[in-house]
Nanobody, 121 residues
Framework: QVQLVESGGGLVQAGGSLRLSCAASGRTFSINSMDWYRQPPGKPRELVASITSGGSTKYVDSVKGRFTISGDFAKNTVYLQMNSLKPEDTAVYYC???????????????WGQGTQVTVSS
């Protein structure tokens, strides 16, 4: 089994910064990519940023230029640096990992438990 644990959420004023971390543990052969999703109150979950083990990154338009995703795949860890935070960034942020459990095996997806980010105006 694979476990993902997020940390770094909290309450911050608009314009402030937070850094989220997500660490994967358990039986893995490799992690191909890791994502950050968020789910605002009463809204569906959305993909915020992705990073592959090769270092390619993607962002949703609303966070481009403000958020930076980075990863240390040797440590099965991904980060999300969030700057210039806005009240509309308030959400539960979830980590998601694309994991291969054994060599030549299929890829599975695993979710973390989520961490709350609240941005006050």
């Amino acid at each position: 089994q694979v476990q993902l644990v997020e940390s770094g959420g909290g309450l911050v004023q608009a314009g402030g910064s937070l850094r989220l971390s997500c660490a994967a543990s358990g039986r893995t052969f490799s992690i191909n990519s890791m994502d950050w999703y968020r789910q605002p109150p009463g809204k569906p979950r959305e993909l915020v940023a992705s990073i592959t083990s090769g270092g390619s990154t993607k962002y949703v338009d609303s966070v481009k230029g403000r958020f930076t995703i980075s990863g240390d795949f040797a440590k099965n860890t991904v980060y999300l640096q969030m700057n210039s935070l806005k009240p509309e960034d308030t959400a539960v942020y979830y980590c998601y990992a694309h994991v291969v459990l054994v060599a030549g095996g299929v890829q599975y997806g695993y979710w973390g438990q989520g961490t709350q980010v609240t941005v006050s105006s």
